[in-house]
């Protein structure tokens, strides 16, 4: 198999909070799922995750996992362009993406987006979505594109941008979300508590361009589905 060229060096200015984007396996992103990457402090590849960054032209800082899926054209293109490997033994206790955090975060940022992570199996999608809200990630700011849907960790405050229309489901995990309070959605919550396996949260929907959720303890999955419809397909970043 020919080798790829290497990507290009990032470019654009880095400002405001410090952020990793991690790359995960899957389905391959769409351009407008990248949008921010050029300037961010650190991009993980998640094994195969380097193959889909490659191929839209990024540079990779760090390639993780045990790489079963990962093409050789695609990790000599990532070290050709400085790309660090932790190659991980096939047996392990942890799936790539979750090792791809845990680099991200051990790197000392303030901020970590996941981009994919969909398609492929149901088991693997939900343990890696589940990840997002682990307790190993809380002092970090977390969110994930996937497909075109959002995903937002909000465990104490978080804001969310979209469009009136969009919809919004707030889903409690690893526990009750208790002092839930919303504002810029059409069904408010006040003060009120999501126990695990609830609907409550559910298909709920902005009235305005941006929204906020609040909780007094526990932690919350701010799933916007619909984050990217109709969004024209990404040429360039600006940095």
């Known amino acids: 198999m020919g080798s790829a060229a290497p990507p290009p060096a990032r470019t654009g200015a880095r400002t405001g909070p410090r952020t990793a984007f991690v790359i995960a396996a899957g389905d391959p992103p769409e351009r407008s799922a990248l949008a921010g990457i050029e300037s961010a402090e650190l991009v993980v590849a998640a ?3 380097v193959d889909h960054a490659i191929a839209l032209g990024f540079r990779v800082d760090v390639v993780v996992g045990d790489l079963d899926s990962a093409s050789v054209a695609a990790l000599e293109a990532a070290e050709a362009g400085g790309a660090r490997v932790e190659r991980h033994p096939v047996d392990k206790d942890a799936t790539d993406l ?5 680099a ?3 790197a000392g940022v303030d901020a970590v987006v996941v981009v994919g992570g969909g398609g492929g199996r149901v088991d693997h999608f939900l343990a890696n979505t589940l990840l997002l809200g682990t307790a190993a990630l809380a002092d970090v700011a977390v969110s994930a594109r996937i497909g075109d849907t959002d995903v937002v960790v ?15 489901s ?5 526990g009750t979300a208790r002092g839930v309070e919303t504002t810029g959605l059409r069904y408010p919550l006040t ?3 999501l126990v695990p396996g609830t609907s409550r949260g559910v298909s709920n929907e902005l009235v305005d361009a941006v929204a906020e959720v609040r909780l007094a303890s526990g932690v919350l999955l701010a799933v916007l589905p619909d984050a990217r419809r109709g969004s024209p397909d990404w040429t360039g970043i600006e940095s």
Do not use: I, W
């Open 47 to 49: 094994d195969a995750g």
């Open 154 to 168: 909000v465990r104490d405050h978080a804001t969310l941008d979209g469009r009136p229309g969009d919809l919004c």
């Open 104 to 106: 991200a975060r051990n």
């Open 170 to 174: 707030l889903l409690p995990l690893g």
């Open 98 to 102: 979750e090792l791809a955090l845990h």
């Open 191 to 193: 003060h009120e508590d």
